[in-house]
């Protein structure tokens, strides 16, 4: 079988833009890098149902999201002064996608259009405390992106804060809860167990995965646990980057920039506490994003200085991860997406 991976880049030194590469299941190898579109740091990328691209952009000293039909056509850019956003999201039911702005501690909505184009719908910037890193000099919106009950789940690195909102047909969005996260762990991305209660935080600022349970009556998060992503020997920098569940909601997989990286964690029963089984190595240098096959049997990690993508065997019964294949050339390669 041929799994389609798109890879969205920065384009500092040597990236022309998004990528493709296949993974051919049958060989257990990458193959086929190809450049897909010319683009400008589409660091965070994603598609609809409707096969629709949308990626970061940067054009003209504006920062917003580009989108392309399924043939990789250009339909529109929707942007503004400033600084691109680092991630997108997109709701299917309201027909909205969202950009998480870093630079401006922003959250911006935006309205597709029957064609898949977008249009910027409303914009929401963060005014909270931040937090006692060096890195948290003002508020910086990292990851919003869907709740199971279908509200918006919004990190803020800079505030230490993860926004939950109610979101209108039209975009609008009204706060409805907080959680605050311990002072300098600086919530980067979250992702919610098969179980829909359940909720992993990822801090960038301390290496950490935070369990949340979520209360869908007034989506408010309540920490469960917490534990570090490093062995307890490391004492160099490293900051926290991705973070996956397996479909079974059995295992937890999350990227150590730095340490350079995957840590892997056995997840209970219940999903209210996970134990560390694994932490290997992604054969490069800085690891940003990283994502499971849709079938779990494989982990493709792309790091980002070194301009390789690692790809592993993943056992689906103990979640355990085994090299394959590295040093496969993907230029700044900083988002792994299957599809």
């Known amino acids: 079988m041929i799994h389609t991976i798109t890879l969205g880049t920065y384009t500092r030194r040597i990236s022309q833009g998004i990528y493709q590469i296949e993974l051919d299941t049958a060989t257990e190898t990458l193959n086929n890098l190809t450049l897909v579109t010319e683009e400008t740091s589409p660091t965070y990328l994603t598609k609809s149902k409707q096969q629709t691209l949308y990626s970061v952009t940067s054009r003209e000293g504006k920062g917003g999201l580009s989108s392309y039909d399924s043939q990789n056509k250009f339909l529109n850019a929707a942007t503004e002064e400033g600084a691109a956003p680092c991630y997108v999201a997109v709701d299917e039911a309201r027909q909205l996608v969202y950009g998480a ?112 349970s979520y209360d869908e009556t007034d989506g408010s998060f309540t920490q469960k646990q917490k534990v570090s992503t490093l062995p307890q020997d490391f004492d160099g920098e490293n900051g926290g980057a991705a973070i996956r569940v397996s479909n079974d909601g059995r295992f937890l997989y999350a990227s150590n920039r730095g340490h350079n990286s995957i840590a892997v964690f056995a997840i209970a029963e219940d999903g209210l506490s996970v134990e560390t089984i694994q932490i290997i190595s992604t054969e490069g240098d800085f690891p940003r994003d990283f994502a499971l096959s849709p079938d779990d049997a494989y982990v493709v990690a792309a790091n980002q200085n070194s301009d390789n993508l690692t790809l592993y065997r993943r056992d689906k019964e103990n979640g355990l991860l085994t090299m394959i294949q590295k040093d496969v050339f993907a230029p700044e390669a900083v988002c792994v997406y299957f599809g």
Do not use: W
């Open 101 to 212: 702005n870093y630079h401006k501690g922003a959250l911006n909505t935006y309205k597709i259009q029957p064609d898949g184009s977008l249009e910027a719908a409303a914009s929401l910037s963060h005014k909270e405390p931040t937090g006692p890193h060096k890195n948290q000099d003002k508020a910086h919106t990292h990851y919003t992106d869907l709740t199971p009950d279908q509200r918006l789940a919004v990190c803020d690195l800079g505030t230490d804060r993860v926004y939950t909102y109610d979101v209108t047909e039209a975009g609008e969005v009204e706060e409805v809860a907080v959680y605050v996260a311990e002072p300098g762990t600086g919530p980067r991305h979250l992702v919610f167990h098969p179980n829909k209660a359940i909720a992993y935080l990822f801090g960038e600022l301390d290496s950490s995965v935070s369990v949340l």
